[in-house]
């Protein structure tokens, strides 16, 4: 890969690296534990959004979905941009977030040698008149598209500019990587000029080291827990309700930030722990006491096209997975248990409770150590190598 010789990489992020550990975060820092220079724009913040977080540390903790350092990386350099006035990607006054975030970017990246980089997008909001490829003229622009757009788009001014700006960014990239393989006819149909490249998310070989080897051991409490967002868009808080009632005998432990409104509807059940957000470190000590792990998705046009990250973080603790059935999960049949009613997921945390077969975790575990983010790397970058060796 003699190509990639001397390239760096630019981000445009979809969050920021405080948040919880996302695909973009672990691209990112894969890359610059190869030697690649790797610069990360965060997405920008704005003044609704510091409001919120300042009222969240003083009157609702375990709302808080920041951690307080970010990890630091040699070759990885974190930018934030200029903080704009209302709500960045539904602003009252996109114009003036624009005009501020342009006349920082070419102040950052004045002088920067674009025919030695490669720019990945994540966010395909930056393409709504913040960057094109006139002020980003890249070697090579890729899109990774991991997620529906709905996600990123809490309105419906929102969802619009994103589409917009995906349209942009799609016209001008080379390369459009995606994680679920159930996007794959929806990229071809929107885009079908476009190389493609299935790259599913993964896990750290690190995340897997840090496992406690006493997952294997038989615990007396069972617990049923969860890693990850509670967002009502695409997770099933009525499940969720459910599990703690039917299982009231058993622990639930939810590892993610809770709104005032959620924390007081759940925390009145005795068998529900709710730390609030945790250190992505402290999460295969987390794993490590689970019985049984769910994934509650709320079966939409959302969850359709999600490959989630935690299915690779709760196979490399081996533990037992119950999961709503979805297009995407659908691949993965033999490493979970799927249901597609309410009841049907009941039964078979019950059954798994009751039957525990602990032969199927070496199943869940060989699967994360064939699914690392080092080896998706290795894909991506000789990938980019052709792109680079047909450009030259």
Not at 43 to 70: C, G, H, W
Not at 205 to 218: D, G, H, M, R, Y
Not at 341 to 346: A, N, S, V, W
Request: proline content about 5%; overall charge positive; aromatic content about 12%.
């Amino acid at each position: 890969m003699s190509s990639l010789n001397g390239m760096k990489f630019i981000f445009f992020g979809n969050t920021s690296f405080k948040f919880l550990p996302m695909r973009e975060h672990a691209l990112a820092k894969e890359l610059a534990r190869r030697g690649f220079q790797v610069t990360y724009v965060e997405d920008m913040p704005s003044v609704a959004f510091k409001t919120r977080a300042f009222l969240r540390k003083y009157f609702n903790r375990y709302s808080i979905d920041e951690q307080e350092e970010r990890e630091k990386i040699n070759n990885l350099k974190i930018l934030t941009p200029p903080t704009v006035p209302t709500f960045f990607r539904s602003s009252l006054t996109p114009w003036i977030d624009i005009q501020l975030f342009r006349r920082w970017f070419k102040k950052q990246f004045h002088g920067n040698d674009w025919d030695k980089t490669i720019v990945m997008t994540m966010f395909p909001y930056w393409w709504y008149g913040f960057v094109s490829r006139k002020d980003v003229p890249a070697k090579l622009l890729v899109y990774d598209c991991c997620d529906a757009l709905q996600v990123t788009s809490r309105n419906a001014s929102a969802f619009r500019r994103v589409q917009t700006g995906e349209s942009r960014l799609a016209a001008e990239a080379d390369l459009i990587t995606y994680s679920a393989q159930t996007m794959n006819n929806l990229l071809d149909k929107d885009y079908p000029a476009v190389q493609k490249l299935f790259l599913p998310n993964a896990v750290t070989k690190e995340f897997i080291q840090s496992v406690p080897s006493s997952i294997a051991e038989k615990k007396n409490t069972v617990v049923i827990g969860y890693i990850g967002t509670l967002d009502s868009r695409w997770i099933d808080l009525e499940l969720i309700e459910k599990i703690i009632k039917r299982f009231s005998d058993c622990t639930v432990t939810i590892v993610s930030p809770v709104s005032k409104k959620l924390f007081a509807a759940l925390s009145k059940y005795p068998n529900v722990q709710l730390p609030g957000m945790q250190s992505h470190v402290e999460a295969p000590h987390i794993l490590s006491q689970f019985t049984i792990a769910i994934i509650p998705f709320i079966n939409n046009l959302i969850t359709e096209v999600v490959n989630p990250l935690k299915l690779y973080e709760y196979c490399a603790a081996g533990v037992t997975i119950v999961a709503t059935r979805t297009k995407e999960l659908e691949y993965y049949s033999e490493i979970i248990h799927l249901a597609d009613l309410h009841e049907e997921f009941l039964a078979l945390i019950d059954q798994q409770i009751k039957n525990h077969d602990p032969k199927e975790a070496a199943v869940r575990t060989l699967f994360a150590d064939n699914n690392t983010w080092d080896k998706r790397i290795d894909v991506l970058l000789q990938h980019l190598s052709t792109l680079l060796s047909q450009k030259n």
